[in-house]
């Protein structure tokens, strides 16, 4: 059973960047599809962006392309996500989570069958 742990969450002025990673331990992440997934204040979780197993294809949310950059290291058992120009929206709870290969093509946030615990980010004006 892999089990995730994130972390690199904290808080930022608006404008300003974040890295989060997602450590993975006790199994390879190889043939698993991984995303991250927040969950705003009082709001429901929402998909944010999505790797296949290799790290070769990515899916980002709207509201996040061309300022967030998901990828992966095989070697070390992480995945990233690194945040660019912030804005407050973007506070939420970051979640990393993995499914089966294919995920990455529906990255449908019921289809997540491996959860890490959460990091919080805060975006201040």
């Known amino acids: 059973q892999v089990h995730l742990v994130e972390s690199g969450g904290g808080s930022v002025q608006a404008g300003g960047s974040l890295k989060l990673s997602c450590a993975a331990s006790?199994?390879?992440?190889?043939?698993?599809?991984m995303g991250w997934i927040r969950q705003p204040p009082g709001k429901e979780r929402e998909f944010v962006a999505a790797v296949d197993w290799r790290g070769t294809s990515t899916y980002y949310a709207d509201s996040v392309k061309g300022r967030f950059t998901i990828s992966r290291d095989l070697a070390k058992n992480t995945l990233y996500l690194q945040m660019m120009n912030l804005e407050p929206a973007d506070t939420a709870v970051y979640y990393c989570?993995?499914?089966?290969?294919?995920?990455?093509?529906?990255?449908?946030?019921?289809?997540?069958?491996?959860w890490g615990q959460g990091t919080l980010v805060t975006v201040f004006s």
């Open positions: 006790g199994g390879p992440l190889t043939n698993y599809a």
């Open positions: 989570a993995a499914s089966d290969s294919t995920w990455y093509l529906r990255h449908s946030i019921n289809d997540l069958d491996t």
